[in-house]
């Protein structure tokens, strides 16, 4: 049974409304706990976001994150009315240590962006932040620049208790923002479990922040992080640093020599950066340019959009059938007798096979 | 509908049999497609196998190989049987491109077994190898050495017209094989598509075979392949090369450092061979004796097998629900009309996946 969103007052009754939307306008950082709702029609939200109002862009969001039924399909009727529209941002992702200077980095990055003429979202997926609960302040302090921009709009990660769920919350809210206008969509990830391969899974272009330092293990970088990164930044490229940061750079390009690609056709770069200075800041948005500009002339571009596309609709078909089978509670008590049996040498693999799958057709 | 195996003639009734054992005994290659065999009931093939009868150890590999219900029910009922006495082995995984030498390694590699008091038996996963077919007399002439020996036992790659289906017949042929009394099953893969992750879920230690040469795309080898790897072995490091291996084992016990350890504890080594000239061999299997000494102390050994089993377990479950789903006609009718839909921004993918889901357990 879904549980209702914190944010509907108890006994809201079934229509999805409250007092007034007010607060939110001019608020770059926008929490679904803070939104008052008049009754919204699909289609006023439909032309609010088309509109770029962000009261109306904040509110589709919430009810994107919200784990209620009622709320999932009005998001999903709002989505594919929106689906025409989408699809025109570059998106991009954004991961590192804690420490690395990811937000900083964002902040500074998503600042010269906007003085380009660029509208920018950022999103956050951190799997952990159902723990530390409350990122919204969070957020606000650590890019201070950035979130007083009017073309920016930021938001911290959406509360789920698997990382499937913040997925899909995070991927539907690019789908909003893209049809709002933003053109450049930043999600940032903190790098817990498999939260980058899901970041990357999504984005165009994925950029991997580290520090002057030696080496993966000191960097608190999961080894495999590099190979999904099209970019790595080695941050921090100011005061004591400037050598360490010279050395670092020049380890790393020997690395990426050994590892696979992480786009077709593209050789990933090292450059060197101070979010704190400003520096290489510039060569970023260059490189950044390059890459759409040779992924879009080869076609690999649109080809991994594709495949993003269908991964998202054959991952979410597996997810389901999976939950369907070990749901099902005959399954479950084999299932946890088999596992013993397996491990003591008391059963072979596919006689428990043919077994489970046996209870499960029968009892469908 | 499943295919009858080759082997069994045309008309050849209900019953597993044909003329008489023949033609096996004492021969280490054994091809199925050799093999005439009388009824045996379950209870002959399991004593057969426990007392080590070659004959019937490789009547029962042709059962595992066979693609026929009756066959497969058979083969199941016997490994249940046999359950208890598998496990026992050691069992390595060899890959490398072709040309690297790993047909000439494991016939030093394993001739140096045999003489240390070991039973080793040559399993091949080639997922290639129904198009190539007949790779027995080339596995003769691969392996001289070891095919002469009586403690040894080879036999190619089953064929399959997926990789599942060559993974699930190996994983049984192993377990034959140990319950016969083989305590080193060295499992050979060529590296064709997710093959080395294939043998690598089935393998206690993993061995990658290089040229001297540099870097990854001069070897042809898959980026990522390093990283499944315990040990490297730059082979061939005889005559013009002694130079050129010096200089990849240190370019390679460089880029080590950087990416991900295979085994969990244990930092991946690089070590010089020459097949040929029968040198490094005795450092291989120190290696490997370290690598075990300090697996099983460490409870990593038996960490991985117990997760290997259930992954395997988890994984096939998973194939066969999935293959469920896709198989379903009206499913297929739709999932090709919303891939197009959802890449052209017709659909969202959300929608598809409800709409799906719905027909499937409608149907069901």
């Given at each position: 049974?879904p549980?209702?969103?914190?944010?509907?007052?108890?006994?809201?009754?079934?229509?999805?409304?409250s007092s007034t939307?007010e607060?939110?306008?001019n608020?770059?950082?926008?929490s679904?706990?803070k939104?008052k709702?008049?009754?919204?029609?699909?289609?006023d939200?439909?032309?609010?976001?088309?509109d770029?109002n962000r009261?109306?862009i904040?509110?589709?969001?919430?009810?994107?994150e919200?784990?209620?039924?009622?709320?999932?399909l009005?998001?999903q009727s709002l989505?594919?009315?929106?689906?025409p529209?989408?699809g025109?941002?570059?998106?991009?992702g954004i991961?590192?240590a804690?420490?690395?200077?990811?937000?900083?980095?964002i902040?500074?990055?998503g600042s010269f962006?906007?003085?380009?003429?660029h509208?920018?979202?950022?999103l956050?997926?951190?799997p952990?932040s159902?723990?530390?609960?409350?990122?919204?302040?969070?957020d606000?302090?650590?890019m201070?620049?950035?979130?007083?921009e009017?073309?920016a709009?930021?938001?911290p990660s959406p509360?789920g208790s698997t990382?499937?769920?913040v997925?899909?919350?995070?991927?539907?809210?690019?789908?909003?923002l893209e049809?709002?206008?933003f053109?450049?969509i930043?999600?940032?990830t903190i790098?817990v479990?498999q939260?980058?391969?899901t970041v990357?899974?999504?984005?165009?272009?994925?950029?991997?922040?580290l520090l002057p330092?030696?080496?993966d293990?000191l960097?608190?970088i999961?080894k495999?992080t590099?190979?999904?990164?099209?970019?790595l930044?080695i941050?921090?490229?100011d005061?004591?640093?400037?050598n360490?940061?010279?050395?670092t750079?020049?380890q790393y390009e020997?690395?990426i020599?050994?590892?696979?690609?992480?786009?077709?056709?593209?050789?990933?770069?090292?450059?060197?950066?101070?979010?704190?200075?400003n520096?290489g800041?510039?060569e970023?948005?260059?490189?950044m340019n390059q890459f759409?500009?040779h992924t879009k002339s080869?076609?690999i571009?649109d080809?991994?959009?594709?495949?993003?596309l269908?991964?998202?609709?054959?991952?979410n078909?597996?997810?389901?059938?999976k939950s369907?089978?070990?749901?099902?509670?005959?399954v479950?008590?084999?299932l946890?007798k088999?596992?013993?049996?397996?491990?003591q040498g008391q059963?072979?693999?596919?006689a428990?096979?043919?077994e489970?799958?046996?209870t499960?057709?029968t009892?469908k």
């Amino acid at each position: 049974m879904p549980k209702k969103p914190e944010w509907i007052p108890e006994n809201s009754g079934d229509e999805f409304s409250s007092s007034t939307i007010e607060g939110v306008l001019n608020k770059n950082i926008t929490s679904s706990k803070k939104i008052k709702s008049k009754s919204l029609t699909i289609d006023d939200y439909y032309s609010g976001i088309i509109d770029g109002n962000r009261a109306i862009i904040a509110q589709a969001i919430s009810i994107i994150e919200s784990n209620s039924d009622k709320h999932y399909l009005l998001a999903q009727s709002l989505l594919q009315k929106l689906i025409p529209s989408t699809g025109k941002s570059i998106r991009i992702g954004i991961t590192g240590a804690p420490g690395a200077g990811k937000s900083t980095f964002i902040d500074t990055f998503g600042s010269f962006l906007i003085k380009n003429g660029h509208k920018v979202a950022v999103l956050a997926i951190d799997p952990s932040s159902s723990l530390s609960k409350g990122s919204i302040l969070g957020d606000k302090t650590r890019m201070e620049v950035l979130s007083r921009e009017n073309g920016a709009f930021i938001r911290p990660s959406p509360s789920g208790s698997t990382l499937g769920g913040v997925a899909r919350k995070t991927r539907e809210t690019i789908l909003i923002l893209e049809a709002s206008g933003f053109d450049t969509i930043i999600i940032e990830t903190i790098g817990v479990g498999q939260s980058e391969i899901t970041v990357r899974s999504m984005v165009d272009f994925f950029v991997l922040i580290l520090l002057p330092g030696e080496g993966d293990e000191l960097q608190g970088i999961k080894k495999g992080t590099v190979e999904l990164a099209d970019v790595l930044i080695i941050n921090k490229d100011d005061g004591d640093n400037l050598n360490n940061a010279k050395f670092t750079k020049s380890q790393y390009e020997l690395a990426i020599h050994y590892i696979q690609q992480a786009t077709e056709g593209w050789n990933s770069k090292v450059i060197t950066t101070s979010a704190i200075e400003n520096k290489g800041i510039s060569e970023v948005y260059d490189l950044m340019n390059q890459f759409i500009e040779h992924t879009k002339s080869s076609n690999i571009f649109d080809k991994r959009r594709n495949s993003q596309l269908l991964n998202w609709l054959y991952s979410n078909i597996e997810d389901r059938i999976k939950s369907h089978f070990y749901n099902d509670s005959e399954v479950q008590n084999k299932l946890s007798k088999f596992e013993s049996e397996i491990i003591q040498g008391q059963i072979s693999v596919m006689a428990a096979v043919d077994e489970l799958l046996n209870t499960y057709f029968t009892n469908k």
